[in-house]
């Protein structure tokens, strides 16, 4: 019964991966940008919060949200006024810059706030579990991160396959130019994409805040999990990010269960590199994206 | 009066240049054809009307305004549609989802699914198909009824009989009979000048960038047109 | 319909031939000779600390060949680097402590090894594209990173005192080291010339202008990538080494950390992306600044970062991309240029092509 309570830490978890890979996704999908800056950016958001709520007597929810919205905004003039110029480019120019933004940020948090663990404080809810059978139990909180996962998921889905703005960011994934003629304004649907990207990182981010200690160097591995679920989960498809989340949380935590704390991580990069060799196109596969 | 005039335009790719001094004049209703061999300018030309392409020098007049500086998702608002050569529908998305999004621009005017449906019947029983798996012919309707979502009044044509059956490219000029008769200024590129010599009102021959002969289609012979064509 | 591809007039195609040209090339032979033999002679007449200080320099300087042999030539965007530099680093020890061999023959092994690892590796990450691709290294270096800190026998998160380095005497240690620094950077650097004047020069200009097309018309992409890739890898492994031995120590948080990817990152795009001569200048310019800033720690990293993107946004050629375009200067032939049959006769004297042997005829 350890190794399914073990499993099904992990099947939650797997919703905060798929969390943070679900804006690396989008952006892919809409403008073939790797950003890899996604992680540090919702570790970002983070510091955000935490700076609002030490800031204004607003609490955890209302700074939290402020910071999400935050983000947004930032997303938006991030991509219009660095990003969209590295597009179009060579491939190189965006992979190099988003790096350096990777390390702006990291150094500017360690200024601003230094190399310190912090923490944001939910209340008596991260300890609070809910038992499901005599020897089941999950915490109460990475249920809810699940759940919310699972929303914004469905939400982003909805969105992109339900409304013009939807519409729109799918055409301009499939072909960039001919959207152009139908009088969508790429560089504004970058935008917007880059600005839900980096909100709902800023989300991922808060949660993982909420749940442990944080610190301005954990912007890399943020992003590497985020590929990880991405990748496995097939380029392009939003729900597959869940999947490939999911089956790193579970990979991870099984792996520390069988061989030690330590090696968590570790059995997860194995587990992707495995995929990777033996089915590159992921679980879900889609010839097209977003 | 004129929907569009060009005076002097020159356009480059880089270091090439594609037109040189190209100067004409379109007017409001009216059917015009460009013809010409492969690399002569005239999908140049097309693009450089739709707004992907910016002139070099020279000016392009659109219902008198200067436009050579408007981008092209704001052309499409002020009603220019342009008909890309290679159809370009966007796979991923249903028909239905590909006529929705022709009317991105929000410009008000009789086109709607509905009228597009009845322009292109073959297209009702594909609505909720994904475009990349239509055959040559449905895509090209499907590319222009698209084009027509967007009320243009000014329908520009990429070579649209290209690659497709007889049947399939009598039916798309019929088509575009039926757009004339309703009042829509049409510029049509073409490699196959017998086709387009029925339609037009109006015709230009490319060669090398360059407008080499100009003219109703009934005053022109059919020697001019050959040594307009080849360059002979 | 696409103009640009045709020959606006059918004329007879005019007799060429394709040639690396460098008029001043064999002016640049001499003086790069000269300055690796002045720089030879340092640990002769300098301090330890200034040659350690070299030391450092050199390291970087191979680093950022390296990686822009990745990047810069073949188009491969490399975050993982470090992966390399980490294994040459615990490969040091691993062949001179625990296998016993002569820490300065370990670390050209230690190259070899990172070069045997890389085989498989390449592979299984080029499976990637572009940003994914980079993403796909920085996993690789993180598996190799936990692997090495988890295991009890390379001394864990704690790491290893190399002995048998620091078991030498130092007036051996330390001009040793200093000569297998300057070994590794001039090697680098005549490593990256002479691959790129191999057929694999050809291919991979023809890989980083479209991949594609490239493919098509019968280059061998895969393989082309991959010797890249394991030659980047030789050389960052022996990077590693010479760091470790310089230092003594080795510890898995810095001998993989990704500050050796930004380091090379900064270097190059600063300096030049996809030219010799761009990691050069801006490995100089780098070790000014660290020696006059460095002390200042993360708003110096905060400055580069900024000035990094700033040049990879705005001018991604670099500082040599513009002395290039400006002044038409390239200090390294392994450009090939299409030169015209019957130029002016001064142009002909054999005596002005030092490079005719490289002369391809077409």
Not at chain 1, 49 to 62: C, E, K, P, Q, Y
Not at chain 1, 75 to 99: A, E, K, S
Not at chain 1, 134 to 156: E, K, R, S
Not at chain 2, 57 to 71: H, Y
Request: glycine share 10%.
């Amino acid at each position: 019964m350890d190794w399914v309570n073990v499993a099904l830490q992990g099947v939650l978890l797997g919703g905060l991966f798929a969390l943070f890979a679900t804006g690396l996704a989008l952006v892919f999908g809409v403008m073939r940008l790797v950003n890899l800056a996604h992680g540090d950016l919702g570790i970002l958001a983070a510091f955000v919060a935490l700076f609002l709520l030490d800031s204004f007597d607003i609490g955890v929810f209302w700074a939290s949200l402020a910071a999400v919205v935050i983000m947004f905004g930032i997303g938006y003039v991030l991509q219009r006024g660095l990003l969209n110029f590295t597009i179009g480019t060579d491939d190189t120019r965006p992979i190099l810059v988003t790096f350096g933004l990777s390390i702006i940020i990291q150094n500017g948090l360690v200024m601003w706030f230094s190399a310190d663990s912090q923490g944001l404080d939910a209340g008596r809810l991260e300890n609070a579990s809910v038992r499901l059978t005599d020897q089941l139990a999950v915490g109460w909180y990475p249920l809810i991160v699940f759940v919310i996962a699972v929303v914004v998921i469905a939400a982003l889905q909805l969105f992109l396959n339900r409304t013009t703005l939807g519409r729109a960011f799918r055409a301009t994934s499939d072909d960039q130019e001919a959207a152009e003629l139908m009088g969508i304004n790429n560089r504004h649907i970058y935008g917007l994409a880059m600005a839900i990207a980096l909100a709902i990182v800023a989300l991922a981010g808060i949660l993982l805040a909420v749940r442990t200690t944080f610190d301005p160097s954990q912007g890399p591995f943020r992003l590497i999990f985020a590929f990880e679920a991405v990748i496995m989960g097939g380029m392009g498809s939003i729900w597959g990010t869940l999947i490939g989340g999911i089956v790193l949380g579970v990979s991870q935590t099984l792996g520390a269960q069988a061989f030690g704390a330590g090696w968590g991580i570790f059995v997860g990069h194995v587990v992707f590199l495995t995929v990777l060799a033996f089915k590159p196109s992921g679980f879900f596969a889609k010839t097209v994206t977003a | 009066m004129s929907i569009l005039e060009l005076k002097d335009v020159d356009v480059f790719y880089g270091d090439f240049q594609a037109l040189f001094s190209v100067s004409f004049t379109v007017q409001e209703g009216q059917t015009f054809a460009f013809i010409g061999a492969n690399g002569g300018g005239k999908s140049t030309l097309l693009r450089t009307l739709a707004g992907l392409l910016k002139p070099h020098s020279g000016e392009v007049l659109f219902q008198g305004e200067p436009i050579n500086d408007v981008p092209a998702h704001s052309r499409v608002g002020m009603g220019i549609a342009l008909v890309p050569e290679g159809r370009r529908v966007f796979p991923s998305l249903t028909v239905n989802e590909n006529l929705l999004i022709g009317a991105y621009g929000g410009r008000k005017g009789e086109w709607n699914v509905e009228s597009v449906l009845e322009l292109f019947p073959l297209l009702q029983p594909l609505m909720k198909r994904q475009a990349s798996s239509l055959s040559g012919g449905e895509q090209q309707a499907l590319a222009i009824g698209r084009a027509l979502m967007s009320n243009p009044h000014l329908l520009l044509l990429d070579e649209v009989s290209l690659g497709l059956a007889p049947v399939v490219i009598k039916r798309i000029y019929e088509a575009m009979g039926h757009l004339v008769q309703k009042g829509t200024t049409i510029l049509v590129v073409e490699q196959d000048v017998q086709h387009v010599l029925t339609v037009a009102d109006h015709v230009a021959c490319f060669l090398e960038g360059r407008i080499s002969l100009e003219g109703k289609p009934g005053d022109l012979s059919s020697e001019q047109i050959t040594a307009a064509y080849f360059g002979m | 319909m696409t103009p640009p591809a045709e020959t606006p007039q059918a004329t007879a195609v005019p007799a060429f031939r394709v040639a690396r040209s460098a008029r001043m090339h064999r002016y640049v032979l001499v003086a790069f000779v000269a300055v690796v033999v002045a720089l030879a002679t340092v640990p002769l007449w300098a301090e330890t600390a200034t040659t350690r200080t070299l030391v450092t320099f050199f390291t970087l300087l191979a680093l950022a060949q390296m990686w822009n042999l990745l990047g810069g030539y073949a188009g491969l965007i490399s975050v993982g680097q470090q992966a390399y530099v980490g294994i040459g680093a615990y490969g040091v020890w691993l062949i001179g402590d625990v296998l016993g061999i002569h820490p300065f023959v370990s670390v050209l092994l230690a190259g070899v090894l990172a070069a045997l690892i890389a085989l498989p590796i390449g592979p299984l990450i080029f499976r990637l594209k572009g940003g994914y691709f980079a993403i796909g290294t920085w996993v690789v270096a993180e598996v190799v990173r936990l692997v090495v800190a988890n295991i009890q026998a390379t001394g864990g998160g704690s790491g290893k005192t190399i002995m048998s380095a620091a078991r030498l005497p130092m007036e051996t240690r330390v001009p040793g080291t200093y000569y297998l620094a300057l070994a590794v950077a001039v090697g680098s650097i005549l490593l990256v010339y002479f691959l790129l004047r191999s057929r694999v020069g050809l291919a991979l200009t023809a890989i980083r202008d479209n991949d594609l097309a490239a493919q098509s018309s019968g280059v061998n992409v895969f393989r082309a990538k991959l010797l890249v890739y394991v030659v980047a890898a030789f050389g960052c492994g022996a990077m590693g080494a010479v760091v470790a031995m310089n230092l003594l120590r080795i510890q898995p948080t810095a001998a993989f950390s990704i500050n050796w990817t930004a380091y090379a990152i900064f270097i190059v795009v600063i300096g030049g992306f996809g030219t010799i001569e761009g990691p050069l200048i801006g490995s100089v310019i780098y070790f000014a600044l660290l020696q006059t800033l460095s002390q200042y720690g993360t708003s110096y990293m905060l400055l580069l970062g900024v000035i990094a993107v700033i040049m990879a946004a705005k001018a991604p050629r670099g500082i040599w991309g513009f002395v290039e375009k400006r002044w038409d200067i390239h200090l390294f032939p392994v450009r090939r240029e299409l030169l015209l049959e019957s130029p002016p006769p001064e142009e002909r004297k054999p005596a002005d092509r030092p490079d005719a042997a490289a002369t391809e005829t077409a």
